[in-house]
């Protein structure tokens, strides 16, 4: 059973960055998918952005591209999310999944996905 624990979030100014992390267990993440999804209040789960743990490339959802960097640290198994520029429609909850054996075509889809960590709360506000 794999575990993801996600830390990092908390009250950022517009424009200012955070780093989200997600540290995984229970199983080693060769040949899965992990990505990031986020949830505002009243609206639905969004993909964030997402790479394939064993190599390929990385996926971005427009609305970060070019101020969020996804990233791995093998030796650890953890996960990373690099925010940068924070908006205050970046606001919400943040939850690192991961998905077994997902092709490029679903790594965008929050069905594709099999495992969830508990989200950690990004507030961007002045």
């Known amino acids: 059973q794999v575990q993801l624990v996600e830390s990092g979030g908390g009250w950022v100014q517009p424009g200012g960055s955070l780093r989200l992390s997600c540290a995984g267990s229970g199983r080693n993440f060769a040949n899965y998918a992990v990505g990031w999804f986020r949830q505002a209040p009243g609206k639905e789960r969004e993909f964030v952005a997402a790479?394939?743990?064993?190599?390929?490339?990385?996926y971005y959802a427009d609305s970060v591209k070019g101020r969020y960097t996804i990233s791995k640290d093998y030796a650890k198994n953890t996960m990373y999310l690099r925010m940068e520029s924070l908006k205050p429609e970046d606001t919400a909850v943040y939850y690192c999944?991961?998905?077994?054996?997902?092709?490029?075509?679903?790594?965008?889809?929050?069905?594709?996905?099999?495992?969830w960590g508990q989200g950690t709360q990004v507030t961007v506000s002045s």
């Open positions: 790479v394939k743990w064993s190599g390929g490339g990385t």
């Open positions: 999944a991961a998905g077994f054996g997902l092709i490029t075509g679903r790594i965008r889809q929050k069905s594709a996905y099999d495992y």
